[in-house]
């Protein structure tokens, strides 16, 4: 962003990256990024996607995004990564703090006198717990519709015509998905009420939300924080309030311009790309 002055915000929390993937924005998401400073940054789950990482398919600007990131953390932001449950295998290093960064399975925030319950929220998929094949191969199906998607934006592009996003198409129009999201709100909220906590922050569902919930036992705030595949959302507070952040609002982050060829050492990124592979199919 070069000179111009950057946001200042108390918290942002950004979920569903699903770095090392085709339907991943992160040049959008470079561009926020570059947007803001926060003073606590929470990354909550499927940031790096290692059920679908491929080491053939690692684009600089995935490499930019973590590196931005570890760069917050010289400028005193303070980054909380809570592991998804693409990213599950960091589950194993809950607990690990080096000097403002930590790794933990969720998180309970004060806020301006309330309190705030984040984590990832596939705790709550039955398909997960009960069948994690089942999920994953969701997974790659729903990755193989996102490259189908991008050709067919592409397409339509040359044509002049509007995008479209087949994956938000098929959630929308599918009862089943439908209900899924609403049980899915739902059971947070109603978990968050009896424990006392007036906002309740979740991801993995990819759809932003901020909505309060009723019941008899009490009220909360329940939030959603997106992702950047489909929607492209984060949640900011600031001064006491919530936002849901869209980028394709965002005429001043659309317009940071990003090097034709961002600055990367080669040498570094396969390196980088090899230590992922490595991480990868060593853990078990």
Known sequence: MGKEKKRKLDLVIISDLHLGTYGCHAEELLRYLKSIQPKHLILNGDIIDMWQFSKHYWPKTHTQVLRHITGLLTRNTKV??????????????????????????????????????????????????????????????????????AFINFILARFGREKISLSKKVKDSVKEAVRYVNDFEKTAAEIAIANGYQFVVCGHIHKPQMKKVSTEKGNTIYLNSGDWVENLTSLEYHRGKWEIYRYQEDKVAAAIKLPKRLKANKDNDEIFKDLVQNFLYTKK
């Open 80 to 149: 909380t990564y809570i592991p998804g449950n693409h990213d599950e295998y960091l589950r194993r290093f809950s607990g690990f703090r080096l000097g403002a960064f930590q790794i933990v399975d969720k998180k309970v925030l004060a806020l301006d006198g309330k309190k705030a319950w984040v984590f990832h929220g596939d705790v709550f998929d039955i398909t997960m717990r009960h069948s994690k094949w089942l999920a994953k191969l969701g997974a790659i199906g729903y990755d193989l519709l996102i490259l189908i998607n």
